[in-house]
């Protein structure tokens, strides 16, 4: 099986006034289609960086990244906005819907920039389909104000889905929900996944990672381990007991 | 890129900030509307003088007496009584492209109808008078020639005589005393109004040359010549023969001074909508510069809305919006401020402009030309305004953009 990512010394270099900040120190990195990874790493350890450069936000100060087998070290920003709209979907720490913009019509957004023109009404389909694969099929008309945190981010998920990309990237997508709205959303996650969706996600909450498959983690710019999870929690199952503790603290109060 | 897609993102983005967007717009709309208005009002002005000036005659040519210097001083134009009937039958006899000559005297004095009277322009012509000034008769008839030949005792006259002389009865076949001469009424003209100096046209009583000349003011000499050319393309040579045949008649040096004046309609119609050129030049220079403003006012929001929306922005390049994308998508932006705001100004320049006409009767005229020029202006300043604005947004680094707040 080829990998879907193949980053081979992959170095990055700020150049900040005097001092030259080197955020990635030579990352070699393969995942293979249908991993859950999660990147982990405290502030400062490059994982920021690592995720702009396999989100082709960035591009790479030296070595080889393979996305789907293409080599994007020489691509240009317009052949990188292209892979991005065709390869990757992006999920965000706050959401980024756009404001006062119906959900559906959020979900619509990234079928605007294919370059294949995209019927009308097929983008509404493809929208629809996208919303009922996160739950949300009953909440299209909704404006993101009118949504909580945790149906945001699963618009946020519909629309990373909606061009069929070939990986999700996630930057703490957990990080501005509650512990149960957490769950939920790596319940999606997990759901995505075992349909072969290959998701990758950084986080530095430890038990949001023990959900994925996989635990990268960084430390100045390097890797530090990289190991297959051990007692792999199950979002549905850890739901059910969260609703028990809480029904449990009803009743005795 | 899809235009309609684009398009409708424009359109929300600029109905999210209602007051904002109409405030941008009231630049466009001030200014394409006082483009409108101004081209509307002038061209209405310069159509009314043409108009007036076509009233004056077809084809005619007018032959003023000349400027002399008497022992050193210098009279003007009309002073001196130089031209003469002769002069003006030798035009008519001896030039080829002339097809009507009427030699013209006017007195302004009282006339009488019973026990009414009236002060008015009393006018000595040429039968062919009518022809020239292309005047049509309400009812009777015009003096012939034979009643020319003999100095008859008839008048035709205007309107307005047969308003303040006989308000309730018909002129025709009435007798009015001009001076002491006891004319009879044998027709009436129809109105024909203001001239373009704003005389009443229509107060005029027309007598034969010869009875004007023997019996009402005993002149010697002729105040103006009215000729009619039988072309508009025959006027420039007719006005050069003319020139040459008073040349030799008054015993001129070829080289001058001359003692008469040739005069075309067309130098009469350049004179008057001249003015009329001026005061449009003037209110399109004060438009453009509201339009400039206009500009500068979209220019100015484009810029607040893209760092306002620079967190949009860095989505869209995220999802896979090319830097095209968003240049187009804000140019589109602002090509339809500019447009809609246009739009809204043409209607209001008419509006004005009508308000105008039915406000003080002035004739204003909207020509569709005009519409025209200021749709593409419009679209011409939204582009040049939105351009820099949508350029600095496509540049916008998508790292950059998602993490402003």
């Given at each position: 099986?080829?990998?879907?990512?193949?980053?081979?010394?992959?170095?990055?270099?700020?150049?900040?006034?005097?001092?030259?900040?080197?955020?990635?120190?030579?990352?070699?990195?393969?995942?293979?289609?249908?991993?859950?990874?999660?990147?982990?790493?405290?502030?400062?350890?490059?994982?920021?960086?690592?995720?702009?450069?396999?989100?082709?936000?960035?591009?790479?100060?030296?070595?080889?990244?393979?996305?789907?087998?293409?080599?994007?070290?020489?691509?240009?920003?317009?052949?990188?906005?292209?892979?991005?709209?065709?390869?990757?979907?992006?999920?965000?720490?706050?959401?980024?819907?756009?404001?006062?913009?119906?959900?559906?019509?959020?979900?619509?957004?990234?079928?605007?920039?294919?370059?294949?023109?995209?019927?009308?009404?097929?983008?509404?389909?493809?929208?629809?389909?996208?919303?009922?694969?996160?739950?949300?099929?009953?909440?299209?008309?909704?404006?993101?104000?009118?949504?909580?945190?945790?149906?945001?981010?699963?618009?946020?998920?519909?629309?990373?889905?909606?061009?069929?990309?070939?990986?999700?990237?996630?930057?703490?997508?957990?990080?501005?929900?509650?512990?149960?709205?957490?769950?939920?959303?790596?319940?999606?996650?997990?759901?995505?996944?075992?349909?072969?969706?290959?998701?990758?996600?950084?986080?530095?909450?430890?038990?949001?990672?023990?959900?994925?498959?996989?635990?990268?983690?960084?430390?100045?710019?390097?890797?530090?381990?990289?190991?297959?999870?051990?007692?792999?929690?199950?979002?549905?199952?850890?739901?059910?007991?969260?609703?028990?503790?809480?029904?449990?603290?009803?009743?005795?109060? | 890129?899809?235009?309609?897609?684009?398009?409708?993102?424009?359109?929300?983005?600029?109905?999210?900030?209602?007051?904002?967007?109409?405030?941008?717009?009231?630049?466009?709309?001030?200014?394409?509307?006082?483009?409108?208005?101004?081209?509307?009002?002038?061209?209405?002005?310069?159509?009314?003088?043409?108009?007036q000036i076509a009233s004056l005659g077809e084809n005619m040519l007018l032959i003023f007496p000349?400027?002399?210097?008497?022992?050193?001083?210098?009279?003007?134009?009309?002073?001196?009584?130089?031209l003469q009937l002769e002069d003006a039958l030798a035009i008519q006899t001896q030039l080829q492209g002339v097809t009507a000559v009427s030699p013209e005297n006017r007195t302004?004095?009282?006339?009488?109808?019973?026990?009414?009277?009236?002060?008015t322009s009393v006018q000595g012509e040429s039968p062919e008078y009518l022809q020239i000034r292309q005047w049509p008769l309400a009812e009777g008839e015009m003096f012939d020639n034979q009643q020319v030949r003999t100095a008859a005792k008839v008048c035709v006259i205007g309107q307005?005589d047969?308003?303040?002389?006989?308000?309730?009865?018909?002129?025709l076949?009435?007798?009015?005393?001009v001076?002491?001469?006891?004319c009879q009424i044998i027709g009436v003209l129809q109105s024909k109004g203001?001239s373009?100096?704003?005389?009443?046209q229509d107060d005029i009583v027309l007598v034969p040359y010869t009875t004007e000349l023997k019996r009402i003011n005993?002149e010697d000499w002729v105040d103006t010549i009215l000729v009619q050319a039988v072309s508009q393309a025959a006027m420039p040579i007719v006005q050069q023969e003319i020139t040459?045949l008073l040349?030799?008649r008054?015993?001129?040096?070829?080289?001058?001074?001359?003692?008469f004046l040739v005069r075309s309609q067309e130098d009469i119609?350049?004179?008057?909508?001249?003015?009329?050129?001026?005061?449009?030049?003037?209110?399109?220079?004060?438009?453009?510069?509201?339009?400039?403003?206009?500009?500068?006012?979209?220019?100015?929001?484009?810029?607040?809305?893209?760092?306002?929306?620079?967190?949009?922005?860095?989505?869209?390049?995220?999802?896979?919006?090319?830097?095209?994308?968003?240049?187009?998508?804000?140019?589109?932006?602002?090509?339809?401020?500019?447009?809609?705001?246009?739009?809204?100004?043409?209607?209001?320049?008419?509006?004005?402009?009508?308000?105008?006409?039915?406000?003080?009767?002035?004739?204003?005229?909207?020509?569709?030309?005009?519409?025209?020029?200021?749709?593409?202006?419009?679209?011409?300043?939204?582009?040049?305004?939105?351009?820099?604005?949508?350029?600095?947004?496509?540049?916008?680094?998508?790292?950059?953009?998602?993490?402003?707040?």
């Open positions: 099986m080829n990998p879907v990512i193949k980053l081979e010394d992959i170095r990055k270099t700020y150049h900040t006034g005097e001092v030259d900040v080197h955020a990635v120190q030579g990352i070699s990195l393969q995942i293979l289609p249908g991993e859950f990874v999660a990147i982990m790493g405290a502030s400062g350890s490059g994982k920021s960086t690592l995720m702009n450069l396999i989100g082709c936000l960035d591009r790479p100060t030296s070595g080889r990244y393979g996305l789907d087998d293409i080599d994007t070290s020489t691509l240009d920003r317009d052949a990188l906005a292209d892979i991005r709209n065709r390869k990757i979907g992006f999920i965000f720490q706050g959401f980024n819907l756009l404001s006062r913009t119906s959900a559906l019509e959020n979900v619509e957004m990234p079928m605007l920039y294919n370059h294949q023109h995209i019927q009308a009404q097929e983008q509404r389909e493809r929208a629809l389909h996208a919303l009922e694969l996160v739950g949300l099929s009953d909440r299209a008309d909704h404006y993101p104000n009118q949504l909580s945190g945790g149906q945001q981010q699963r618009v946020a998920i519909a629309r990373a889905l909606v061009n069929q990309p070939a990986l999700l990237l996630a930057d703490e997508p957990t990080g501005n929900l509650d512990s149960q709205t957490s769950i939920e959303i790596m319940g999606v996650f997990q759901k995505l996944n075992s349909q072969g969706i290959t998701i990758i996600m950084v986080t530095h909450e430890l038990d949001i990672a023990r959900y994925t498959k996989r635990t990268v983690v960084l430390r100045d710019g390097r890797v530090v381990t990289d190991d297959a999870v051990q007692n792999r929690l199950n979002a549905e199952t850890e739901l059910r007991n969260l609703r028990e503790a809480h029904q449990a603290i009803k009743l005795t109060a | 890129m899809r235009i309609f897609a684009t398009l409708r993102t424009a359109l929300r983005a600029l109905r999210r900030n209602k007051m904002r967007t109409i405030l941008t717009m009231l630049g466009m709309i001030i200014g394409v509307g006082a483009v409108i208005a101004s081209v509307s009002i002038t061209s209405g002005a310069k159509q009314q003088v043409e108009e000349g400027s002399f210097s008497s022992s050193g001083a210098r009279l003007g134009w009309g002073n001196w009584h130089s302004r004095t009282q006339i009488i109808a019973g026990n009414q009277n009236w002060n307005t047969v308003k303040e002389l006989f308000p309730n009865e018909d002129p076949g009435k007798m009015i005393r001076r002491d001469v006891p203001l373009p100096m704003g005389q009443d005993r040459d040349v030799q008054h015993h001129l040096k070829p080289e001058g001074p001359r003692d119609a350049q004179a008057a909508s001249a003015t009329a050129t001026v005061m449009g030049g003037l209110l399109a220079g004060i438009a453009a510069v509201s339009l400039l403003v206009g500009g500068i006012g979209i220019m100015n929001i484009m810029l607040v809305s893209v760092t306002e929306r620079t967190r949009e922005i860095g989505i869209r390049m995220a999802v896979g919006a090319r830097g095209g994308d968003i240049l187009v998508q804000f140019l589109i932006e602002a090509v339809t401020l500019s447009i809609i705001g246009g739009g809204i100004g043409i209607a209001s320049g008419m509006g004005i402009s009508h308000l105008i006409a039915s406000l003080t009767h002035w004739p204003t005229l909207t020509p569709i030309v005009w519409i025209g020029i200021a749709s593409f202006s419009s679209a011409v300043i939204g582009v040049i305004s939105g351009f820099y604005p949508a350029w600095k947004a496509s540049k916008l680094d998508p790292i950059d953009a998602l993490r402003y707040e």
